[in-house]
């Protein structure tokens, strides 16, 4: 239901901003291969009682005690392998300025990042940089004993290529690198053992969510259970004792429910108990603090089914949501007032309150690369008949947006000083204003007329949605209104936002996609509709001007900008309220899909020679219980110090309770 990364963002330039730096915290951490470490902040945690601050402490606590589980679900010889590195890493005999030692150095660091030995994102393995034969004599001077099984994994090419397999023709289960399967187990087996275990009732059990299966000496497919006493009992253990702890800091009887259901859960591995928790997770609206610990999204199974262990914690951001508040109690007005046809508006809208989230610590498949956003739960029944929970997480954009100060992508696409000025100063606030507008007024706007169902746009519906809430927020970002309303402090902050859109619409966002291809996700499609569509549209309002080889965009009269963007709402309202399946055809394949080649070339080539790490992750912040001369905690402090390579030690050392094979 989410794979928000955060690569997405970074690599469109959307968090790319050349404001001065706060002084004051220290955002990048590190950056090796294509990978960069920040740090984040965790604002308001001083605003939390004592309470709350001790019951963050223990979810924390429980949330890093999973790490060797997701460890172990990427590969069955990960924490073989890890831990050898690390042995090494900490025993090494030699001396440590050599190319050598740096390479070592690099590969642990990756494999801490994709917990693992295969990318994060891409899936395939990487290979040292350093020979077989060198690793093998340092171990043996430094002492360092390893299964020698884990040569081949490590260092053949040909051995596990893939972490999670999507390729067409091939056994999905066999050849994936994941241990979600036993050896041996193929997909057909596994898919008749899902299929007669399959729970058909209208409230099923998610069958297979918390287990691996294997084949036994018979040769038959055995489940093997994610639970105490069961596969990967000795963390899931700890996970309950933490959680048990957290019980007497519940902050109300809903909260209290979740937690007890998550440890009826960990316990028994009873997916009833799962369904329970998910359900009472969604009713828990009240509570500040709030989690996620446990076997969640199914992405890395190559078949769906089992979910991935992963754990955040965080609290309510109280300014954010007063915002979002604010927006939504104006819902009517913003209704009434936007330039669509009035027969298409509501006579009656509710605004929704985007929650947005300050997260504590990242752990599991959240760390250190982590959604920017949490929809969940997943199972279908449950958000049909309950609800979901989607939220956004501020403290972590924020943090890619500090990290992206004097990067230089501003410098090499914005045309002027004046315009980056107005970026420099206002281009965040808008960015999160527009998506504020985008989820709690725009998606919400709108009818259809009678007999037009939602699917009536079928393959372009996505992108046609999302156009119309995005022109929603742009059209009303310019708006007196939010002025008015203390959203932006004047009637110039918006031009950062439009300028924004219309250069990664028309220019920027094409860094993401590779030479010769079409654009296909249904976000990056609805970016450039709305930019190629207004530039088209545009009569002296915006241009773009070739200085050096090099190509900028120039917008001459933003009020003018802001009467196409009007225009388009009016026009995809239309298309969304009559169900007018081939004008969302024509203008999804007109505008939104095709690049043009020239000036993607250049826009990738401009891009390259910046040297951005695409893709980022996290340290966590360490917790301090305070106690005073009785023992008794009086307060919980955050440590920001902690460095990467600490930091993955520290954790293995602390919090490492599985066996190497499970
Ligand atoms: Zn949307």
Redesign the pocket.
Known sequence: MRKQFAIILAAVGILCGCQKKETSFQYNVDKFYDLEILRYNVPEFESLTLQQKQLVYCLSEAALWGRDILFDQNGRYNLRIRRALEALYLNYPYEKDTEEFAAFERYLKRVWFSNGIHHHYSEDKFLPEFGEEWFVKACEQAGVEYDAAILPVMFDPAVMPKRTTAQDGVDLVACSAGNYYGEGVTQAEAEAWYAAHKDNRPEPLWIGLNSQLVKNEKGEIEERVYKVGGLYGPALEKVVGWLNEALQYAENDEQRTVIKYLIEFNETGNLQAFNDYCIAWVKDLESRVDFVNGFTETYSDPLGITGTWESMVNFKDMAATKRTQLISDNAQWFEDHSTTDPKYKKEEVKGVTAKVITAAILAGDCYPATPIGINLPNANWIRKEYGSKSVTIDNLMHAYNEAAKGNGFNEEFMIDDEIRAIYEQYGAMCGDLHTDL??CVG?GSGKLMPGVTKDALKEHASTIE?AR?DLFGLYYLADDKLVELGLLPNKEAYKAGYYQQMMNGLMTQLVRIEPGKDIEEAHMRNRQLIANWCYEHANGEMEIIERDCKHYLQINDYEGVRRLYGELLAEIQRITSEGDYAAAKEMVETYAVKVNQDLHKEILERYRKLNLAPYKGFVNPVYNLVRNKNGEVTDVTIDFTEGYIEQHLRYSKEYSPLPDVN
């Open positions: 985008h989820e998606h999302e809430a």
